[in-house]
């Protein structure tokens, strides 16, 4: 076996294929979409005409809609991370401590939202949140409130704090079985000695469960980041952006200008952005946690 992994035909054999599926599923769709970003070209096989930079001008100090998808994107990245995250640590800590059949039980419902399919999840949270036959809007009647009842995702006002709310919501079974592994790996050793020394739950926890998960939560912190920038699937099945551009975000953004606009030069520039965000994202979430999340 050494020899095999001292031969350097060996090793290129075996190294071979996974590198030229890389290049054909990655590489190559990058620098051909690289190449139609300095077209005008309508679609793909159509008339193809050089225009340089002025997609990327016209993105960049022209595009109001790209910048609020952006931002759109980056408000639900930190909805993510403030808001998901710390719920996610809680109940994979109460998880944990649950135990016996309950743990599964409920460790089986938290999952649930995550092999549902999207359609169907999309679906559900147009009928609760509908202006008049939602559940939401009928409880508030139940209870009196009734001021409070809005067209949730057909309001301006209403629209992006619902959306962010059904997405964070769709995503807390992945972000919990990450962090249900992580507390899984912590040793029961440290949290007896930690008793004996006559720490309470809370702060034994806090010192010693959340500082042995800085390698998961580093991991979850660019998770997060890049899931939020390429979330699309439900925003298109409930608002597809609107109303307005209240609910835009990139990839929504950038599928309505290729196949609804026929803009395919344009879209494909914001595709090679997109891709440049989702890499500063990921290179500065690294750089961020990488000091505290080594150190354990």
Not at 111 to 139: E, R
Not at 192 to 210: N, P, W, Y
Request: with cysteine; glycine share 8%.
């Amino acid at each position: 076996m050494h020899r095999v992994f001292r031969n350097k035909t060996a090793i290129f054999l075996f190294v071979a294929p996974g590198m030229l599926l890389f290049a054909l599923t990655f590489l190559v769709p990058i620098i051909v979409s690289g190449y139609y970003s300095f077209t005008d070209t309508l679609a793909p096989g159509t008339k193809v005409t050089m225009v340089g930079f002025d997609n990327y001008t016209n993105l960049l100090f022209h595009d109001e809609r790209f910048w609020l998808a952006l931002r759109n994107a980056l408000l639900l990245g930190i909805g993510f991370i403030v808001i998901q995250h710390p719920i996610c640590i809680f109940f994979a800590i109460l998880l944990d401590r649950l135990g016996g059949k309950a743990e599964k039980i409920f460790r089986t419902i938290f999952f649930i939202p995550c092999v549902i399919s999207v359609v169907v999840i999309s679906k559900m949270w147009l009928s609760l949140l509908d202006p008049t036959f939602g559940m939401l809007n009928k409880l508030l009647d139940l209870v009196g409130l009734d001021s409070l009842k809005h067209a949730w995702l057909g309001e301006s006002s209403t629209a992006l704090g619902s959306m962010l709310f059904i997405l964070i919501w769709a995503g807390f079974g992945w972000g919990l079985l990450f962090y249900y592994a992580g507390v899984k790996g912590i040793s029961e050793d440290l949290y007896e000695a930690a008793q004996l020394d006559g720490a309470s739950g809370f702060r034994m926890h806090l010192k010693i469960t959340v500082p042995l998960l800085k390698p998961v939560i580093a991991v979850q912190l660019t998770l997060a980041i890049i899931t939020a920038l390429k979330q699309m699937e439900t925003v298109f099945l409930t608002t597809n952006g609107g109303p307005g551009d209240s609910t835009q975000f990139l990839a929504v953004y950038l599928y309505n200008k290729a196949f609804s606009a026929s803009q395919y030069g344009y879209a494909n520039a914001i595709s090679v952005l997109f891709v440049i965000v989702c890499l500063l994202a990921t290179y500065l979430s690294n750089r961020l946690t990488r000091n505290d999340a080594t150190d354990f």
